[in-house]
């Protein structure tokens, strides 16, 4: 099947057709969950600015690449931003795509900056060496932008398999610039996060015994510092669920995840926490949702309630049984 | 094709306890606790278990080890390695009765 003409609907109805995987809200029912409601109040504004990417990663749920063009306008940001400002939303959560690739990125974070938002952008590393946004490391560390940066493993090999030849090392390299600029440094207050995720159809490691690997390697080989390390479970959703379903992975990662469901995590899935907003304004409960267009309602941002969007049903799907199998996984990494 | 190893049997593996209840319960509460997290880490206990289930070259033990040892944050190069540690083993206790071929045939030779 190829994957470029699936519809979100197609992907959820593959997801929900697999045998012997007991439907996702049929089974935190069980664990007397059901139904999922988010928190209130929203504490985080993911907002999804659009899906070009310099890179082509094998497991990205957004399928993004340099093909793609879709990319949020400023009025779209100004909705966003008057939201956070009107009901007190803490965090900007800018992710894409590559957001260094939407024009009005700056715009977006000086309006932030300007509300004393606490604003956060997830970046590869890998396009901040490419001349046009080189300035950027510089501007994010003056407005004191967190970083949350992609870097799937502490090897060469094992990153660039899954990234693209060469991204490792332009990471490192990054990285490096990140630390000049003052991020991680003791003391300091601009945070740099690394993000760990599988290589394939399995799990991720427990974070604390992972971080400590990547704390060894950064520090002994390149002299790189960071403040976390975040392991994300891939998703199947995207060019993720393209690969597991060519390579014959699809039910054998399924059961995985359903066989590693654990109900201590339920409560603690981000989506509880957060809105995700797409590059056209639409909303979700997550970004997961956002690529299979399960949407919240209402359902554009411009149509924002908070009395509506509080204490919400999240949509559900056996995607979700990514966020809830071993110790979790969010956009910040395990949950339990 | 039949082979004498189906990937589908080792769903199968709690059948050995029909017979044998308790030493089954005791295996398993022994296997468990043996992978708990200990004096070693869990990253190392996948390791070892991958060597292993080479040297005795059990495919059911292969396949789970090797999703346990990625699990657990090895990467190929570090499970590669591993396994030639087993190798190597395996190596040096042929090569080590060695000596008992000689002693054997120095005592039998002029």
């Known amino acids: 099947m190829n994957a470029s003409v699936d519809t979100g609907s197609d992907r959820v109805s593959c997801l929900d057709a ?52 879709e990319s949020m306008s400023v009025d779209t940001m100004s909705c966003c931003l ?56 510089e501007f994010y560390a003056d407005c004191g932008v967190e970083i949350n940066a992609s870097l799937p493993y502490y090897s ?25 600029l003052g991020y991680a440094q003791a003391g300091g207050s601009l945070k740099l996060n690394l993000v760990y995720n599988p290589g394939g159809a399995y799990l991720p490691p427990a974070q604390q015994a992972v971080e400590a690997d990547y704390r060894r390697v950064l520090l002994g080989q390149f002299g790189i510092r ?111 | 094709m039949e082979t004498y190893y189906d990937p589908a049997d080792l769903a199968k593996f709690s059948t050995i306890g029909e017979e044998a209840p308790e030493l089954w319960q005791q295996f398993m509460a022994y296997y468990g606790a043996v992978f708990q997290e200990g004096a070693l880490s869990a990253r190392e206990k996948a390791l070892i278990a991958l060597a292993v289930a080479h040297t005795v070259q059990c495919p059911y033990c292969i396949e789970a080890y090797t999703q346990e040892a990625l699990e657990k944050g090895s990467n190929q190069a570090q499970m590669t390695e591993a396994i030639h540690v087993a190798a190597a083993i395996r190596a040096g206790a042929t090569l080590v009765h060695g000596v008992q071929m000689k002693n054997t045939a120095n005592r039998l030779a002029f």
Not at chain 1, 39 to 53: F, M, S
Not at chain 1, 276 to 303: K, T
């Open chain 1, 82 to 137: 008057q939201v956070l400002a009107d009901n007190e939303i803490p965090t900007l959560d800018i992710t894409g795509g590559a957001p260094e690739l939407n024009p009005n990125l700056l715009w977006l974070i000086n309006g932030a900056r300007s509300l004393g938002l606490h604003a956060m952008v997830r970046t590869n590393l890998a396009v901040l060496e490419i001349p046009e946004y080189a300035y950027l490391p």
């Open chain 1, 226 to 336: 960071f403040n976390s390390l975040f392991t994300i479970t891939n998703s199947p959703v995207g060019r993720f669920l393209t690969f597991l379903r060519d390579s014959g992975n699809l039910q054998r990662y399924m059961e995985r995840l359903a066989s590693a469901f654990n109900p201590a995590t339920v409560n603690r899935v981000m989506c509880r926490d957060m809105l995700s907003v797409g590059w056209d304004g639409r909303l979700y409960d997550c970004d997961f949702n956002q690529m299979l267009g399960l949407q919240c309602l209402p359902a554009h941002i411009a149509e924002f309630s908070r009395v509506a969007l509080q204490e919400r049903e999240i949509v559900l799907g056996n995607h979700c049984y990514a966020c809830t199998a071993g110790a979790g996984s969010s956009c910040g990494g395990a949950v339990v």
């Open chain 1, 156 to 180: 060469e090999k094992d990153t660039d398999r899954q990234r693209g030849p060469g991204v490792f090392t332009a990471s490192i390299r990054m990285l490096s610039r990140l630390n000049k």
């Open chain 1, 18 to 69: 697999l045998t012997g995987i007991q439907p996702f809200a049929e089974k935190i029912r069980e664990a007397g969950c059901r139904p999922l409601k988010s928190n209130d109040p929203i504490r985080t504004l993911q907002v999804n600015i659009g899906k070009a990417c310099n890179l082509r990663c094998r497991h990205c749920h957004v399928e993004a690449g340099a093909h793609r063009t």
